[in-house]
C-alpha cells in the first residue's frame, strides 16, 4: 500500500543545531507540505512544493528550508534550531485540490 | 486571507449523545472544505469532504453539509461512540495543489 512516513519519530537537539527531518512518500503525489502543530494555532504551512525543484514559502517559513530533489521525498531543514521551533511536525501529500491530502505521523522536535 | 474557525473545547459526551462541532470560514472563491480527525499520537486523517455548495460529505456515522449562505460546513453525528475521542479540525483549500488552511482543532471527550 502507498504510504508517507516521517523519521525520525521523536528528536531533541540543541539551540543553534542544524536538524533535518525527513519526509517520504510512496503515492507518486507531485504535492507535498510541511506543517506545524502547536497549541492554540492548529497546523501551520510551513513550506509547500508542487513538483521537482519547486518550493514555495507557507505561513511561519522563518528559520526553515526545503528541497525537493525527486517526487518521493521533500526533508526539511532547520538551519539553526530555536526553542520556539519546539513542536510537532507533519508532512503532507496530495494530488488533486479536491481530494485532500495524506498526513504522516508526525515527528515531534524538542529544542534544548 | 482565508481562514477558518471552529468552535473550541473540549467538547465532552457521554456514549450515543449527538454531536455537532461548528465551523465557519472566509475565503475567496470557491473553497473546498474538509473535516480530518487526529487520533492521540497519531497524524491526521480525511474523515470528510465536500467541494462545492449544498454538497454533503459522510463517513463513519459523520456528516458536514457545505453551506455556502450561512459560509459553514458543521459536523455532526447522530451517537458518538468512546472511539470517536479524538481531534477534529475544520480546513479549506481554495487555491491549486491542495494548500489547506486550518481551524484550530476541537477535542471530542466521549464518556461511557
Known amino acids: 500500500d502507498a504510504e508517507i512516513t516521517q523519521s525520525p519519530r521523536h528528536k531533541i537537539t540543541e539551540t543553534g543545531r542544524q536538524v533535518t527531518l525527513a519526509c517520504h512518500q510512496t503515492?507518486?503525489?507531485?504535492?507535498m507540505f510541511w506543517y506545524r502543530q502547536d497549541l492554540g494555532h492548529g497546523l501551520r504551512l510551513i513550506h509547500y512544493s508542487y513538483g521537482v525543484q519547486d518550493t514555495n514559502k507557507g505561513e511561519v517559513s522563518d528559520g526553515y528550508s526545503v528541497s525537493r530533489s525527486n517526487t518521493e521525498d521533500l526533508p526539511l531543514t532547520l538551519e539553526s534550531a530555536a526553542s520556539s521551533q519546539t513542536s510537532v511536525y507533519f508532512c503532507?501529500?496530495?494530488?488533486?485540490?479536491?481530494?485532500?491530502?495524506?498526513f504522516g505521523q508526525g515527528t515531534r522536535l524538542t529544542v534544548v | 486571507g482565508d481562514s477558518v474557525t471552529q468552535m473550541e473545547g473540549p467538547v465532552t459526551l457521554s456514549e450515543e449523545a449527538f454531536l455537532t462541532i461548528n465551523c465557519t470560514y472566509t475565503a475567496t472563491g470557491y473553497p473546498s472544505l474538509f473535516w480530518y480527525v487526529q487520533y492521540p499520537g497519531e497524524g491526521l486523517q480525511l474523515l470528510l469532504k465536500?467541494?462545492?455548495?449544498?454538497d454533503k460529505g459522510s463517513n463513519k456515522g459523520f456528516e458536514a453539509t457545505y453551506r455556502k449562505e450561512t459560509t459553514s460546513f458543521h459536523l455532526e453525528k447522530g451517537s458518538v461512540q468512546v472511539s470517536d475521542s479524538a481531534v477534529y479540525f475544520c480546513?479549506?483549500?481554495?487555491?491549486?495543489?491542495?494548500?489547506?488552511?486550518f481551524g484550530t482543532g476541537t477535542q471530542l471527550k466521549v464518556e461511557l
Open positions: 503532507a501529500s496530495s494530488e488533486s485540490r479536491s481530494g485532500g491530502a495524506f
Open positions: 503515492w507518486n503525489h507531485n504535492n
Open positions: 480546513a479549506l483549500n481554495t487555491g491549486g495543489g491542495n494548500k489547506l488552511t
Open positions: 465536500a467541494t462545492k455548495a449544498d
